[in-house]
């Protein structure tokens, strides 16, 4: 229980690698405030997940909204201790770039990227207080990307940046690092009526070195690392963690 006392915010928590994050501070001890644009899945992970965990109902693109949830979050709580930016859009291909609208566009670096932003900003002063951290979920499309994803992985490239400049500016009272996960199988951290097992192929699992394809709760044990006093000596940090398949040559 190494987090009992703590209090963290997890943006996108109601589903995916965020429900898993939520699901291991909650189980280590710590009370946890979702802060989801899906009320449907972030009130079905707050009542599966029990007392410590509540959920608000957030878009992370509008600034009122987070000021909001991070304040309702500290009264609740008494404090903040960490929070865990890992709200976005996930629909990576969005059509040539040549294609792609200005909206479409903004609507990409508005959510995944000055979201995590505002987050920071509006919860800053209560980390200060505790000597607190900030994890991001960036992604492996920051290093590399498939044809047609230009908004996805600007706004995860972005964050790597972000990560570091932040870290330099709000030392060292306030640590904050980046996880950048690859392939993560995340079908059966849904709400609990739309649950399934990932449907995978032994080819999926054998592109990895490790010999698998990654699952939500492999993310969330990072981050409760980083988030942890253990990783006091870390900040300014990107943690690749898909497997070792960035790092795999392939021809032909």
């Not at 599966?48 to 608000?56: A, K, N, T």
């Not at 930016?85 to 990227?113: C, M, Q, S």
């Not at 993560?184 to 010999?211: E, N, W, Y």
């Not at 980083?226 to 790092?247: H, K, N, W």
Request: hydrophobic share 40%.
């Amino acid at each position: 229980m190494k987090f009992s006392g703590k209090v963290f915010f997890v943006t996108g928590g109601g589903r995916g690698i965020g429900r898993a994050i939520t699901k291991r501070l909650a189980d280590e001890g710590a009370q946890v405030c979702i802060a989801d644009a899906d009320a449907h899945a972030g009130r079905d992970a707050a009542d599966e997940y029990g007392d410590r965990v509540r959920f608000e109902r957030t878009n992370v693109a509008r600034e009122p909204e987070i000021r909001r949830a991070i304040g309702r979050t500290v009264r609740w709580g008494g404090r903040l201790d960490g929070v865990v930016n890992n709200a976005g859009l996930v629909d990576v291909d969005i059509g040539p770039p040549e294609d792609v609208t200005l909206a479409v566009w903004n609507r990409f670096l508005a959510v995944n990227l000055t979201g995590a932003f505002l987050v920071a900003k509006h919860a800053i002063p209560h980390l200060r207080k505790t000597r607190g951290a900030i994890v991001n979920l960036g992604s492996t499309r920051a290093h590399q990307s498939e044809p047609d994803t230009i908004g996805y992985a600007a706004s995860k490239g972005g964050i790597a940046a972000l990560t570091h400049a932040l870290a330099v500016s709000v030392g060292p009272e306030i640590r904050v690092n980046c996880i950048e996960p690859g392939w993560i199988a995340t079908d059966s951290f849904g709400p609990r009526d739309a649950r399934r097992a990932p449907k995978l192929r032994k080819k999926d699992h054998a592109q990895h070195p490790v010999g698998r394809v990654g699952r939500p709760e492999d993310v969330a044990s990072l981050c409760a690392w980083l988030l942890s006093d253990e990783a006091g000596f870390v900040t300014g940090a990107s943690y690749i963690q898909d497997g070792g398949m960035s790092r795999k040559m392939i021809y032909g």
